[in-house]
């Protein structure tokens, strides 16, 4: 079986995220905290992307990830360090799966098992937990190729997030790609048009319906789930022990 790998980006302010609507109950640590309890439960790699200085974050406070640091303030740039750190992990094999995350996502029980399906229940080349609701308003021509997984329902979409699963095979295919719409002249990171391009490409890109994960934003909740409800019944425990840190020193940069 494939293995998986968890890369989570964190930063200690970002200009892209301070403009958006949160609802009452955003709380980006108890998202983390769901990330790493199930992921320490299934014995899954963490590893975070930390643009600033995480001493001064509540991850600091977490055990059993690893911390691999930049200091750029920017969206783009930590994006093109996660691929620098994903595309050299020597733990990695070409057919194992690497999840991507962004810091304002939370994720509900099942979620790990769902993301294996979407691999073996279609024939995506990418993966995504996320429904977005902007699927059901404005693309009035959309159609898709619906499969029944395991989990879920998947179906194509034409684009997504900067949160997405991807093969270690398929993203060193793509690499060059990615980078090039993570934009480090203009410091824009676009989602929206790199999947479009992937498309035009032959990429497939699946997402699940009803979703294991949301972007928690007032207005673009995943819908058909109570994403309030699933966060209450969240209950943290204490953090394990263990903690690394490596420098953006130690990673080359594309």
């Not at 109950?25 to 439960?41: A, G, H, I, P």
Request: some cysteine; charged content about 25%; hydrophobic content about 35%.
């Amino acid at each position: 079986m494939s293995k998986l790998f968890i890369w989570v980006r964190h930063c200690n302010f970002s200009e892209v995220s301070m403009h958006k609507s949160r609802p009452a109950w955003f709380d980006r640590r108890r998202f983390f905290s769901k990330l790493v309890t199930d992921c320490n439960n299934a014995n899954i790699p963490l590893t975070i992307i930390f643009d600033g200085e995480p001493q001064k974050h509540f991850v600091s406070d977490f055990k059993n990830v690893t911390i691999e640091t930049l200091n750029k303030c920017s969206d783009p740039w930590s994006f093109r360090f996660l691929l620098d750190s994903a595309t050299s992990n020597s733990q990695c094999q070409l057919n194992d799966i690497l999840y991507f995350c962004e810091d304002d996502y939370f994720h509900r029980p099942g979620w790990i098992e769902a993301l294996r399906d979407g691999f073996a229940s279609t024939d995506a080349d990418y993966v995504s937990l996320y429904d977005h609701p902007d699927k059901y308003t404005s693309y009035p021509d959309l159609k898709s190729q619906i499969f029944k997984g395991k989990a879920c329902y998947w179906r194509t979409v034409p684009s997504t997030t900067h949160t997405f699963a991807v093969k270690l095979k398929t993203l060193l295919e793509d690499k060059e790609t990615h980078i090039k719409y993570s934009d480090v002249s203009t410091n824009v990171n676009r989602d929206h048009q790199r999947f479009l391009h992937l498309g035009a490409l032959g990429r497939k890109l699946v997402t699940a319906m009803p979703g294991f994960s949301t972007h928690v934003e007032s207005n673009q909740l995943c819908p058909f789930i109570d994403w309030q409800k699933e966060l209450a019944q969240f209950k943290p425990g204490s953090p394990a022990c263990g903690t690394n840190f490596i420098l953006d020193s130690e990673l080359s940069h594309s």
